[in-house]
């Protein structure tokens, strides 16, 4: 049934609302082909253009993707559940264990790209990182693809001469990751901050996490401080949006 207010709503959106209501009740499952555009256009009367507007909703929505030649399909991806203060638990990384172990399950998570550079710190990661404008930070660049698809891009700057020579110059840091080789170093990260926000993605992101029109990332900058508030990482993540769900659990 239309809410009293659907007649003022442009017709797309109206559209829009109907699939998104039959993909919620099960009508289109994970995978299912949505109605084709010609289809669309005979149910409800208007012009092609509006079809697409409609769907263009869905798919910001991260609710349906586009398949070239083949139409336009309810996502079929699972979210990521990413449990923001468990995952960075000495308990998980101490064990040898990625930080992402208990998010994934049984998935394939790949990281496809890592580029590890030393460079002057930006003035922005100098003053996160306590360090003088300048001075040289060992900087991972890497990208991370789950079931075959892009969900994140995050890039780490850690002072160069706390890693020098260690694995985390290197493309496999290990078991364990940046977190086990730091405590290894003597600089074991005991607390964590993390900064929450989104934007609409450059071009170059959009293109890196295969993103559709519209469709948001979320930005995650995350410090790690060791027991004595020397911060020693400073990590800067763009999330596809429409790919997490964050979680943060809290006790009184």
């Given amino acids: 049934m239309a809410d009293q207010g659907s007649g003022r709503r442009p017709k797309y959106q109206r559209i829009a609302a109907d699939l998104r209501e039959a993909i919620q009740a099960g009508e289109y499952g994970p995978g299912g082909r949505l109605p084709g555009e010609n289809e669309l256009m005979a149910t409800y009367g208007v012009a092609r ?23 336009v399909f309810v996502r079929s991806f699972k979210p990521i559940r990413r ?28 990281v496809d790209r890592v580029d590890i550079t030393e460079q002057p710190a930006p003035e922005h990661v100098a003053t996160a990182l306590g360090l003088a404008m300048d001075t040289a930070v060992c900087v991972r660049n890497r990208r991370f693809v789950l079931d075959d698809k892009p969900v994140l891009l995050a890039t780490s700057y850690l002072p160069a001469d706390l890693v020098a020579d260690s694995a985390i110059t290197q493309e496999d840091s290990g078991p364990g990751g940046t977190y086990a080789r730091l405590a290894e ?68």
């Fill in 49 to 71: 253009m509006t079809v697409r507007q409609a769907l263009g909703v869905l798919q910001s929505e991260g609710l349906a993707e586009a398949r070239k030649g083949a139409g």
């Fill in 185 to 252: 170093l003597g600089a074991k990260p005991v607390h964590f901050r993390e900064e929450i926000r989104c934007r609409m993605p450059s071009g170059a992101e959009a293109e890196q996490l295969g993103l559709t029109s519209g469709t948001p990332v979320i930005l995650l900058c995350r410090t790690a401080f060791t027991e004595n508030g020397r911060a020693v990482e400073l990590n800067e993540m763009t999330l596809d949006s429409a790919s997490y769900v964050l979680e943060y659990e809290f006790d009184n």
């Fill in 83 to 110: 449990r923001g203060i468990q995952r960075l638990a000495e308990g998980t990384w101490g064990s040898g264990r990625s930080i992402w172990s208990g998010e994934i399950e049984n998935r394939t998570l790949l």
